[in-house]
């Protein structure tokens, strides 16, 4: 009886109510919510290792905390995306998203973090929303828009000198708004998108379409595909016969990680990305090294995006000593911070997308070598953000 009293008592002690308090002492919970299985896999697994690989050169710790992760596979199903990131807001109660790959699963997560104000940092989706109607003082994002590299990419076809173009990619927002960018710099400067070819996500069932495009032989392709299915896209293209007649261009992701399954198919493509193989900076060497070192492979634009959250967390934690209660004082270090990338310096817009360096690559062998930077400084217009 006495016992039963005693604990009960234990139980109401002012002393183990005030544990919460103690709270921040404890490691910071870090939601991993990417795709580690189907045609994006590789992409959520460099992003995790990039990540992973900066949190490891700060002695495993941010702001003075440890780092837990909690990870789910979203498996790129925006039909998931809801439930999956209300488990990790809600069940898991982590401090902090770092997600995703997919832009419209990425759209579900940012609806979800506004909602429950949870900080939130975007290692690649480039959907648009996020950055421009979704925009919130707690979302942040290290990649790019799919504006960005397609607006790039419109600009140096038409400087090429084709008029029309063909645009193939998949039905979902971010072959919708990479096409959008493409065609909004090629047509500014002249050219025409004469025909928009979709087919559904994840599909890579090419051959119909790829003869349509040998029938109309426009002057030049323009494409957005990623990870399995870039691969597929880029062999199919090829082995159809069309990569020596009609050119192909692509935002960079087409080439992205994926050069050493393309092979000779490859080979010679013009692409546009916020980041390229060969830059041979001081900061991107030690990247490299390091990443090759961790992982036992070179880096891709997705490594180096998933390093770069974790430099972005790293500025907003070490403002308030590792307190993620404080939101706002996060939010203004990371707003006012220049981010050390391997891929150049960057700084995010008032909307939270970085401002950065669009470059003009060409594959050769197995790297995507700089030729060029295409436009300097390209800032997404954030249509739609009010905040
Ligand atoms: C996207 O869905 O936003 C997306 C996916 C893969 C990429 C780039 C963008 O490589």
Redesign the pocket.
Known sequence: MRIRHGLATLACTPLLLAAPALAQGDALKVGLMLPFTGT?AA?GTAIENGFKLYIDEQGGKLGGRDIQYVKVDDE?DPSKATDNVNRLIKRDNVDVLIGT??????MAMARAARQSNTLMIVP????DAVTGPLCAPNVFRS??S?WQPAYAMGEVAARNGHKNAITITWK????E??VNGFKEAFEKNGGKVVRELFVPFPNVEFQALLTEIAAARPDAVYT?F??GG?VKFVRDYAAAGLKDSIPLYG?G?LT?GTLEAQGEAAQGLTTTLHYADGLDTARDNAFRSAYAKAFGMQPD??AVQGYDAAQMLAVGLQAVAGDVTKKGEIAAAIRSATIDSPRGAFTVSRAHNPVQDIYLRKVEGTGNKVAGVAIKALADPARGCKM
């Not at 979902?172 to 072959?175: K, P, Q, S, T, V």
């Open positions: 994006y992409l790129s790959v997919h832009s419209g699963v990425a690649n989706a480039g959907a990649s790019f799919n979902y927002a971010a072959g708004e990479s957005f990623a990870g870039a935002a992701f992205d634009v997705y």
